[in-house]
């Protein structure tokens, strides 16, 4: 299965600032997917890279809050923008080559808003 | 939309303790359930893969099993170790979604 490379593994940062995490994979993935997972949750889908194309976002998600970019079939970036301490949360890159292919995580940034 | 439940939410066990963790979906049109274990602050590690075609998966001590007609999986954990300790996630990959959906968890804590 793929190894993915994500940074920061976590970071402390002031209110109305902006992070970029980034996903570095070892091999070509077709798909890829940023995740939250806020304290004491479960997993929350934030949106689908795409490759070439906008990121496919979900419900309650948008472009300005968390705009994503897809250079490649093997990195990704997740920007959290204009922070606030409710952003505070683990947020996860995950990638799979689809089909029956099960999926692999990063290992996480912990954010931390203050 | 398809909705994961995971029970118990928190299990505490003694160490050599063969125990069973629960998970149920609402839609059996899945394409395949994954099995993944979270320590704390951490990123998931895979744990199992079931195909909707396949009834059970088994990795060393761990076993789990898939009920697509009826939503459910359970995954068992025979011997148990304190360093099993950890949050178990489930989480199914619908028919005609790419993304997976996750249980809220079952936090274990295996006591030495």
């Known amino acids: 299965s793929a190894v993915i490379s994500q940074k920061p593994s976590r970071d402390i940062c002031q209110r109305g600032t902006s992070l970029t995490i980034q996903c570095q994979v070892d091999?070509?993935?077709?798909?890829m997917f940023w995740y939250r997972q806020q304290p004491g949750q479960s997993l929350t889908l934030i949106a689908t890279a795409n490759q070439g194309s906008e990121a496919t976002y979900e419900s309650g998600f948008v472009i300005d809050k968390f705009p994503i970019s897809r250079p490649n079939l093997t990195f990704s970036t997740l920007t959290v923008s204009n922070m606030s301490p409710e952003d505070s949360s683990i947020y996860l890159c995950?990638?799979?080559?689809?089909?029956?292919?099960?999926?692999?995580f990063g290992s996480g940034t912990r954010l931390t808003v203050v | 939309k398809q909705e994961v439940t995971q029970i118990p939410a928190a299990l505490s066990v003694p160490e050599g303790e063969n125990l069973v963790l629960n998970c149920s979906f609402t839609?059996?049109?899945?394409?395949?359930l994954q099995w993944f274990r979270q320590d704390p602050g951490k990123g998931l590690t895979s744990l199992l893969l079931i195909q909707s075609s396949q009834r059970e998966q088994t990795s060393g001590r761990l076993n789990a099993s898939l009920d697509k007609s009826s939503g459910r999986s359970t995954l068992y954990i025979a011997a148990s170790q304190p360093g099993d300790s950890a949050t178990y996630l489930c989480a199914v990959k619908g028919d005609n979604n790419n993304d997976m959906r996750f249980g809220a968890g079952t936090r274990l804590t295996v006591k030495p």
């Open positions: 091999s070509q993935v077709t798909m």
């Open positions: 995950s990638v799979t080559s689809g089909g029956g292919y099960g999926y692999t």
């Open positions: 839609d059996s049109a899945i394409y395949n």
